[in-house]
């Protein structure tokens, strides 16, 4: 089993529309958890962090935690054809350890 | 500090030789990572420091892999008898841990290493 698993995709949603990417991960332990957007030839770059169970909400962002499911998502609002990426889901053990990286979700946008 | 900065952006390489590669993280950060990326994968764990102390090492990582942060500044990560299977995007990340914490990594633009 995957430490984090992610939904290859690609999941294609029309402009406007909420995306919804959904991750999962196997160590109950785990304390912190991240969303990465990666464009095609580019390196990841920070979206959000989520530490506590519950939404966190960032502009057009929210990140949902539920640990005792041990799932994370990440919702989108009024997708944008430049939202067109790679998302990864990262998750750590601790509060500053190292992050296990989900192999992506790639996410299309649709005119 | 415009960011963390990694070089070479590209190496090519013969399968046999060494290659080394360079990280400059941001200067306030604390913390410094290797990853390894391949097409269509998440990026890799192999290594991290604390200042200058190497905390962890990755178990999938082989003996050909080595890294340093002398004096806790800038990182190399060097890879010996290069194999065609040591193909990927290297990247570098720096991240601070303020009270016990991190708020993420910054990633830098990586290196991507082909050997033929």
């Known amino acids: 089993q995957k430490e984090v698993e992610q939904n290859s995709g690609p999941l294609s949603v029309p402009e406007g529309a909420i995306a919804s990417l959904n991750c999962t991960y196997s160590?109950?332990?785990?304390?912190?958890f991240f969303w990465y957007r990666q464009y095609s030839g580019k390196s990841p770059e920070l979206i959000m962090f989520?530490?506590?169970?519950g939404d966190k909400e960032d502009g057009r962002f929210t990140a949902q935690l539920n640990k005792a499911s041990q799932y994370v998502s990440l919702l989108i609002r009024d997708s944008q054809p430049s939202d067109s990426a790679t998302y990864l889901c990262?998750?750590?053990?601790?509060?500053?350890?190292?992050?296990?990286f989900g192999t992506g979700t790639r996410l299309q946008v649709t005119l | 500090d415009t960011g963390v900065s990694q070089n070479p952006r590209h190496k090519i390489t013969k399968r046999g030789q060494n290659v080394t590669f360079r990280c400059d993280p941001i200067?306030?950060?604390?913390?410094l990572y290797w990853y390894r990326q391949t097409l269509g994968q998440g990026p890799e764990f192999l290594t991290y420091?604390?200042?200058?102390?190497?905390?962890?090492k990755s178990r999938l990582l082989s003996d050909r892999f080595s890294a340093e942060r002398p004096k806790g500044s800038f990182s190399t990560l060097e890879i010996q008898r290069t194999e065609q299977g040591d193909s990927a995007m290297y990247l570098c990340?720096?991240?601070?841990?303020?009270?016990?914490?991190?708020?993420?990594?910054?990633f830098g633009s990586g290196t991507r290493l082909t050997v033929v």
């Open positions: 990262a998750v750590g053990a601790g509060t500053a350890s190292k992050l296990t």
């Open positions: 420091f604390q200042n200058e102390a190497q905390l962890e």
């Open positions: 160590d109950r332990g785990s304390q912190s």
């Open positions: 990340a720096s991240s601070q841990t303020p009270r016990g914490r991190t708020y993420g990594y910054t």
């Open positions: 200067s306030e950060h604390n913390r």
């Open positions: 989520i530490y506590s169970n």
